[in-house]
T-cell receptor, first 114, second 116 residues
Framework: NAGVTQTPKFQVLKTGQSMTLQCAQD?????MSWYRQDPGMGLRLIHY???????DQGEVPNGYNVSRSTTEDFPLRLLSAAPSQTSVYFC?????????????FGPGTRLTVL | AQSVSQHNHHVILSEAASLELGCNYS??????LFWYVQYPGQHLQLLLK??????LVKGIKGFEAEFIKSKFSFNLRKPSVQWSDTAEYFC??????????????FGSGTRLSIRP
């Protein structure tokens, strides 16, 4: 099993550009989520999904879109990148949800917006 | 709003020293509690979790945590640290009765540095 994979590992964008961060898991987990990690602020939940076709907002959803067309994939889209979106982004999955399940994290994507 | 506090931002210890990292959360009621660890260059991984039962929980690599409901705390402990424990440690809390079913709040993390 590859677990949770994320691409790319590093990305530099200019303000206003758009891009998609990819996340995939091969554990057949229903629940997937995206976090951003900023210095001194820990991990903050951006969006999550409890199954294919179902997504919901987390704590900091503005400027990000998600979709979940398959169980395996949960891409995160930045529509118009801003410097405030410079961060490390983590994708995670778990069998049922974050409430009682262990979450399995990907390696992260380090994004810089100039 | 619910919050999770980790007041120790950076802890520096010598090998064999005892460790206690603090985690406090706002609001009472039923909580599910987690400690995650991120070793340098690696993914975040679960150290231990508490849902109910014995408030003293044992995790991997000799770590344990104690849930004290009256203090809204879930402190992480290890009797004797090793250089390999150098990592960032995150406390995370879910309030199943208050929050959306799938939301979890993380603390800001504590960086632990162990001097050989």
């Amino acid at each position: 099993n590859a677990g949770v994979t994320q691409t790319p590992k590093f990305q530099v964008l200019k303000t206003g550009q758009s891009m998609t961060l990819q996340c995939a898991q091969d554990m057949n987990h229903e629940y997937m989520s995206w976090y951003r990690q900023d210095p001194g602020m820990g991990l903050r939940l951006i969006h999550y999904s409890v199954g294919a076709g179902i997504t919901d907002q987390g704590e900091v959803p503005n400027g990000y879109n998600v979709s979940r067309s398959t169980t395996e994939d949960f891409p995160l889209r930045l529509l118009s990148a801003a410097p405030s979106q410079t961060s490390v982004y983590f994708c995670a999955s778990s069998p049922q949800g974050a409430t009682t399940d262990t979450q399995y994290f990907g390696p992260g994507t380090r994004l810089t917006v100039l | 709003a619910q919050s999770v506090s980790q007041h120790n931002h950076h802890v520096i210890l010598s090998e064999a020293a005892s460790l206690e990292l603090g985690c406090n959360y706002s609001y009472g009621g039923t909580v599910n509690l987690f400690w995650y660890v991120q070793y340098p260059g690696q993914h975040l991984q679960l150290l231990l979790k508490y849902f109910s039962g014995d408030p003293l929980v044992k995790g991997i690599k000799g770590f344990e945590a104690e849930f004290i409901k009256s203090k809204f705390s879930f402190n992480l402990r290890k009797p004797s640290v090793q250089w390999s424990d150098t990592a960032e440690y995150f406390c995370a809390v879910v309030w199943p009765g208050y929050s959306s079913a799938s939301k979890i709040i993380f603390g800001s993390g504590t960086r632990l540095s162990i001097r050989p």
